[in-house]
């Protein structure tokens, strides 16, 4: 990397050498245009010394332009290139045998070889997808330059070689030159750049230069050290100024407009020449102009593939792979389109428990799934309606109208979701889902608010199994929670959890012992103080934080449990896992590492289910639990009688225990309660299984539950929850009460 003081000091010789060249121009340009008798040697040493200032000045950019060097020290060697061949010419070349080709004219050819190489070099770097495209528009501007130049200066040419290239070949490829730098403009969107706009009047210039030298060479009226000539020193100071001025800001690719400018004049230009002169008048010129006409017709179709192609990546990238539906970015795109001058409404719609079924069935299962559910909330829109699927189980649909008919939008779409679906595995799923709806009116929010309305409607819509309207209320409501949830998401990273213990308790000769203990979690919030599950579990739940805090209780859980062991208290302690806990493929995998870890058998822990984890898949649910018990697991069924029970999944699966909901306990001064307890008593009894009464308070529960052969109790009236010291010292007293370590569960 060049440091500041030597880049002031190239920049400073660089203004230097543009003064000198500038005044080369000038002596030389008052010369020639006062037909003042210069010495050979000093025309020549003006000439040649201008084109060797101008490649200095190209070379210093070069040096000092570290991401576009390449393309600098191309054309500060094609001026090399040109100066020297100009040498040559001056003072070599007269005494050759031969006129065509000499050095001199392998120089300059070089200088453009060169020179094109430069241009597309930026080009490409500009951007990727030039280069074909820039080498086809040269050619068409080559041949129709060709057959423009031809046609004015030596119509009478008719092949030699030393003609056609004196009057065709230096102007043309001038001309070429400045339409690529009108090219690299375009890349550019046109914006005013003073580098390329000085490299293209440079070329320009040359084009100038070269055409008044054919067409004094064709008269035989050219006189070395003349005006053209000046033009020629002219033409190099412009490519150095061009090269020593840029502008600060970087290349950004533009708008394609240079693929239509330049092939369009070519063509066009090509044709009338076509139109206006005959084979036998000069074949060189027809066949210039048709080979650009060919060409620019093989670009056309280039671009017309091109076109295809786009069109096709820009449905592609509006429309979801899978279910063949607008993605996110075309939903935007339609609702900003919709909701001009008119109310609309967005209704969010996300299946419930999708991730159970990709969890159960695999991700095939899942695809299929979201596929059939596109297809048919398809057909529950009118016309206008634009339905998108934004990613994973989300859907969206936007409608013309209000609440009203964004109500009925989704009873329409719930309707659809009331035949189960049936998979290509023979498994039908019923599927249902939450919908959330936010309306406007025309141009009063824009899309991303009001998708985030929608959204919040969403969230509220989980918990109330049914759809939500976005108000006001619901969405400092809604903040609340979101808040909750990410303070709760660095809890559980920073170990802000912990666990209380309540005691369980058998009753089988009248005095309660000891059996083991039920995990209760607890928050330690950083302004709010100690909360109970009550008021944040419901958070995790909608936050997808519940793998996340059961791993955390678990852990604590089965560290306390080792504690009291080696304390001399060998009890179980039981841990509730989540519903969708049963389903993962790695559970018992992961338990039988996490009770190795601390070094306990695995009847040291009991996990706890709800009803709902075991009916969500029975089949699953069969093998999970058969795999736990394989493994040395005890289950329980927590919260028994509080659902929609079906009693045939206690004869089918693999359970250890029951625990009786503390609502029963609550009523058993009622005597249909009490018959209820009696019959699970006798279910429990014929099909092998534990029974649990849970919060019992009171002499008079206790007493109840123990004579109707409850085998085990826990409640306020042995022990709240507490904390392990506590806990140990509440084992240590034999049942001795000591203070909650929380709130109520």
Known sequence: MTSAPTARALRAAAVGALVLLALAAVVHGVAALTSVDVPRPVGGALFVGAFALAAFVVAVRAVLDRADRASWVMLAAGLVAYGTGSLLWLDADPWLPFDFPTPSDVLWVAFYLLAYASIVRHVRRVRNDAPLTLGADGLIAALSAGAVVLSIARPEVRGDVEDVATALLYPVGDLVLVALVLVALAVRSWRPDPTWTGLGLGFGAFAVADLLYALQQSDGVFVRGGPVDTLWIVSAGLLALGAHVRRRAADTPGAPVWGVVVPLVGTTTSVLMLAVTTFRESPVVVACAAAAVLVGLVRTVRLAVDATAL?????????????????????????????????????????????????????????????????????????????????????????????????????????RLERPVHLADGVAVHVSASFGVAVTDPDELDVHELLRRADIALYDAKDAAAT?????????????RLTLAETLRRGIGEGDLVVAFQPQVTLGDGVPHPHGVEALVRWQHPTRGLLGPGEFLGAARRAGLMPALTEAVLEQSLAACRRLRDGGHPLAVSVNLAPAGLLDPLLTARLAAAVDRHGLPPEALVLELTEEAVLRDRTAAGRALADLRAHGFATSIDDFGTGWSSLSYLASLPLDEVKVDRSFVAQLDEPRVQAVVRAVRRLTWDLGLSLLAEGVEDQGQARWVREAGVDRAQGYHFARPLFEADLVAWLTASGTAVPAAGSRD
């Open 311 to 415: 069109a096709e990546s820009r449905v592609e990238a509006r429309t979801d792979v899978l279910t063949e539906l607008p993605n996110r970015r075309a939903f935007l795109e339609g609702v900003e389109s919709a909701r001009q001058g008119q109310a609309v409404a967005v209704v969010l719609i996300d299946l419930d428990r999708f991730k159970d079924v990709n969890d159960s069935l695999g991700h095939p299962a899942g695809d299929e799934l979201l596929t059939v559910v596109g297809r048919r909330f398809h057909g529950a829109l009118r016309d206008g309606d634009l339905l998108a699927r934004l990613g994973g189980d989300e859907f969206a649909v936007c409608c013309a109208g209000d609440e009203r008919v964004a109500r009925a939008l989704v009873e329409r779409l719930r309707g």
């Open 468 to 480: 939500v309207v976005y108000d006001v209320a619901a969405h400092h409501q809604a903040l609340t």
